[in-house]
């Protein structure tokens, strides 16, 4: 990876990680209960619909297809994948991209692509959070 390319990624997400701070911290000023990924409350989510929203195509359908474990679960780390499926062939590269959903709001995520197959495209987010 070129340097230009690693140090623009690096501040792109650290600008996302910044707003997405500032706007979990306005929500709990408001006293309101802001939604906190777990592979316990993700796994709630399974088979719902998503919307992805894309710079350039627009928002697209998608749906939580299945949330991973590792072989090893480490006791003072909560680690998860979220498995997520759109149909056809989206044009989706890793980076970060603002997520909907009707009961969580507006979040932002960082999706991997995973493969294409006859039944659509899959993206994947992975999560490490302690414990």
Do not use: C
């Amino acid at each position: 990876m070129k340097r230009r390319i690693f140090l623009k990624s690096a501040s792109a997400t650290l600008a996302m990680g910044g707003l997405g701070l500032h706007a979990v911290l306005a929500t709990a000023a408001d006293g309101a209960d802001a939604f906190a990924w777990s592979r316990a409350r993700a796994d709630t989510l399974v088979g719902q619909s998503f919307w992805l929203n894309h710079p350039e195509s627009g928002a697209m359908a998608v749906t939580l297809a299945a949330v991973l474990a590792p072989a090893r679960l480490d006791p003072h780390l909560d680690q998860f994948s979220l498995v997520f499926r759109a149909a056809g062939k989206p044009l989706v590269v890793d980076g970060i991209y603002d997520m909907d959903h009707p009961a969580i709001g507006r979040f932002a995520l960082h999706l991997t692509p995973a493969g294409v197959d006859a039944n659509g495209a899959s993206f994947r987010s992975d999560f490490t959070l302690l414990t």
